[in-house]
């Protein structure tokens, strides 16, 4: 029989009809010469209730036999129910079967089909068929169906041209760890999954295509975490002739179409801008949460006049204020806090509390004559908790902004229903790594300089003190409640700027010639401006679900391994696999 | 200056306003005074003109200095034109430029833009950038996007879920070589790119999701050929409890509404259906290009009484006969037709000419007293060519139908403008593979056995008389113009079933749980009746456009030998991206 329409369709509208649904058995119970199934399917759910005085043999006999999980097939005429159940929309109607077909049966599944279970994210993703089951899950997916529908609208609507880039590209070691795939037929040589479709979008636009998206898968062989997956899927799209602020606008109107979409919410824009220093230096963080205040506040000249060394030495002192929560801080619980802050670089942690008027803590006995000036800098009240970083000044902010989110967090400062979309701009183009001991790019070599500070590009990036930290870049981020959004660029497009800034960033020219040797070519035949933006969608409908965790809005993710429980992947491969691709694994 | 419109929209409408375009120098001429640009932007060409004797001295200077495919930006006003040029929109107006900036350089390209250029295969991916800037490279890119619009369009309509799969799944060897990824974190463990998301879309139906869609890369490590690529896209969907019947309906409501959005025209509905076995004994293939007749012809029982041993011995004796080309059919050129019968594995090439009444070639003189019956058979007239193949079915089929494609490409018996689209049904589940010395899935090993055959699944493969030969499918494949578009099938959705169809197919029980475990242990959870199918877009934008090589529909290809000209991918990589996925090449 043709399905009549999904079970958690069937409502008053086809009383006294006889409808068909196919489904999954959510429940099954008997009640006093009547069995009443739940069936499920992706709408919802509808109740079949078979009376075993009037019903046929075999309706009965099946009503008995099946189980959850059951596929069945069943028939019957809609009536009104007795019980109703206002919290389902079906809740209304039952379906008194005259027919029942097992369609599929089930064994006793691992972990119930509902919301809200409790089992291991392990046992979840080993039979996430199941999982995929649970309401919540299937919310999930069609949530992020929904979104990007809405961009794909948007994106076509205002003519922008969906390119679909390859796969299989060349390695470039410059960014995160690629994954390789070995080729057959050209021995010893490898492709690259790629990390982002950069140059290729940047060469449609050379293309003329004028308008480029796609929503595409991108990889990055780095260790996981909760926002991070061996591959994660980027919307990304490229415009050429215009401004920084034009391409912004471009995507705020397709933000506040997708939020109006997929949740009802009116999102004004143009969004807030903040740049780069103000961020760190209010927030401690390039992608602030201001959803809650708890700025960073500078205490540096007071803090050189107060007669404690540690201030007096320190580039730059700065204050984070959890108000009223001083008797919230154990001091077990500071000395956590400041282990955090240890974590993120600080030297130490020092505080103080105002508690029935009087200053106590770390640095109070310092304050002496200052005391007055300090609560009035700060603005204190009674029950507040200062926290206090006294060292180089990206190391003082990026510590506290690490303390004032855990903060808010541990006491429910963030509205969670607020979603604050945010510009992070006039960014450095380059940022120091502790690690390489180089100056590096703070988003990719391809990023465009600012006219103004462009003098400073041919330094040398050796060293902490270079001039290439004035260089600023037309680069923007898009931040959603402390989470980067996306980010994106103007990009370099003449040769001579592309090679300076190779150069910066300690390619010798041999090794840019043969690893950019085809963008450094496009870049000689009429490359017009241009700049784009990517987006991680992951993270986009994570936070549009109201999760914590990107595997929760992904179809079949990887755990922390970078493997998957069901299916096993990775896994040995057969010699004649390897001997094909001429490769060998190491004992 | 931000731009007012495309170079190519600037028409009459913006008579007498002040305009800004950008775009590339097309063409730029000298002429009395007067230079003449084209500047060719994504929508077409605008005429600029600066009379150097009103012109400042900057514009003029300018106008001078450009050469074509410079980028430039120029501001104007718009005009009418005194010499008008019907062949474009824009050819009723010039722009009087009132300032010119060069916003990019150009040298001189290695081929010109323009259509129909003739240059190396090679030349083109190396400079893509530049084969893309041609109007009818742009035009496939877009007709490619308007499609999957289309596509799109109607699968969110229909309620089809767009869910991501894995890039990074487990490697199966049933079917085509797996491009491998090698595992970092998993030592000697290896990642596959799927060849397919066949089987995490039949587990996102036991999910629940009753209706998935995506557009998505795939990817197969094989010799390359005219229509293939390492990695193409398909159009992927699958369904719950839908009959073979519903979901042909569901693809061919999709393909008319993409035949009506990008081309304009109707497409009736529903397609018509020809059976496998039809397919192969009157077109010799199971993709057939029903544009023309010429139907291969069953010989058979006239040549068993036919005094020739080649014939009688012959399993079957077909032919096809092509109308009034015999004298365009030197020796030489029969010759050549014999040898391509050999290489699709036919023994040898008969062949009979009428002409001026007379029964004349290689079999002509054993038709002897059957003669009148062979013209009356094959219902010949003058100057017919009739060829011959006597053996096996198959290779006879096969043999005459590979010719009869060869007939009507070299006399333009093909209406090209005809889009003929059919169903072939009623396939055979197994193939024999000479290759491999058994049967094989004719689709994939998922593939649902018609219950009135299924008593044969039980047989053994290795024996090309197995009753393997007798299993029928629920698969159907979609074919357009002699190309296969797609196909697709009921699956199983037992575990009993999916071991006895891995069973037939040679598997060992451990191998098929090692391999195919989840997938087994899945169907043991209330697995519903789904089916599905994927059409190859890249073939499908290809046939659309009117070419004849995948090539020219995909922006970034691959070459013959699978690399990239361009970007020289594949490439050799660093001894240390070697050591940290636990690898070495062979020498």
Chains 1, 2 share one sequence.
């Not at 979104?147 to 948007?154: K, V």
């Amino acid at each position: 029989m043709k399905r009549t329409d999904y079970a958690g369709n069937i409502t008053e509208e086809y009383l006294g009809q006889i409808v068909t649904v196919k489904g999954w058995v959510a429940k099954r119970r008997d009640k006093g010469g009547l069995v009443f199934i739940d069936v499920r399917d992706r709408e919802g759910i509808v109740q079949i209730v078979v009376d075993q005085e009037t019903a046929s043999e075999k309706v009965t006999e099946t009503s008995k036999a099946i189980r959850t999980e059951f596929v069945v097939e069943i028939t019957g005429k809609v009536i009104e129910r007795s019980n109703k159940n206002d919290n389902i929309k079906t809740g209304g109607v039952e379906i008194e079967a005259e027919s029942i077909e097992v369609l599929s049966t089930s064994k006793t599944t691992p972990f119930e089909i509902k919301d809200g279970i409790e089992t291991s994210d392990e046992n979840r993703m080993r039979y996430r068929y199941l999982d995929l089951r649970r309401p919540e899950m299937l919310a999930n997916l069609r949530l992020r169906h929904a979104i990007t529908h809405s961009i794909r609208e948007y994106m076509d609507d205002e003519g922008f041209i969906d390119v679909e880039t390859p796969f299989l590209n060349r390695s470039t070691p410059e960014g995160a760890r690629d994954y390789l795939v070995p080729s057959r037929v050209n021995k010893g040589e490898f492709y690259a999954l790629p990390q982002s479709p950069q140059l290729m979008k940047q060469l449609l636009m050379t293309a003329g295509l004028d308008r480029y998206y796609q929503i595409v898968k991108c990889f990055r062989d780095e260790d996981l975490r909760g926002d991070r997956q061996p591959e994660f899927t980027q919307v990304d799209l490229e415009t050429s002739f215009l401004s920084e602020e034009e391409i912004q606008t471009l995507v705020e109107r397709m933000i506040a179409k997708v939020m109006k979409d997929v949740k009802g919410i009116d999102v004004t824009f143009p969004f807030s801008r903040m740049s780069y220093d103000d961020a760190m230096n209010f927030y401690g963080s390039d992608k602030p949460d201001t959803r809650y205040e708890m700025k960073l506040q500078d205490l540096t000249e007071l803090a050189h006049t107060i007669d404690f060394k540690v201030f007096q030495d320190a580039v730059a002192v700065k204050a984070v204020v959890a108000k009223n929560l001083a008797n919230q801080y154990s001091r077990k619980a500071i000395d956590k806090l400041a282990e955090q802050a240890k974590q993120n670089g600080a030297q130490g942690l020092a505080w103080v509390k105002v508690e029935q008027g009087v200053l106590s803590g770390s640095i109070a006995k310092f304050l002496s004559d200052k005391a007055d000036a300090f609560v009035s800098e700060l603005d204190l009240d009674e029950n507040d908790l200062v926290l206090i970083v006294a060292d180089k000044l990206n190391t003082a902010n990026s510590a506290l902004g690490s303390l004032r989110q855990t903060i808010a967090k541990e006491h429910n400062l963030i509205d969670s229903s607020k979603f604050n979309f945010l510009w992070v701009v006039d960014w450095p183009l380059f940022e120091w790594s502790e690690e390489e001991g180089r100056y590096m790019s703070a988003h990719h070599p391809f990023t465009l300089s600012t006219a103004e500070t462009r003098e400073f590009l041919t330094a040398d990036g050796s060293s902490e003190d270079s001039d290439l930290q004035k260089v600023r870049a037309h680069a923007y981020d898009i931040v959603l409640n402390g989470y980067e959004l996306g980010g994106g660029s103007l990009r370099i497009n003449t040769r001579e700027l592309q090679e300076t800034m190779l150069k910066a960033l300690g390619f010798k020219l041999e090794d840019a010639e043969e690893q950019f040797g085809f963008l450094l070519e496009a870049l000689e035949y009429g490359f017009p401006p241009h700049g784009g933006l990517a987006i991680g969608l992951d993270r986009f409908v994570m936070l549009l679900a109201g999760k914590y965790n990107i595997r929760e809005v992904i179809a079949f993710p990887k755990n922390n391994r970078a493997a998957d429980p069901m299916t096993q992947a990775p896994s040995p491969v057969s010699q004649k696999q390897l001997d094909e691709l001429h490769i060998n694994t190491l004992e």
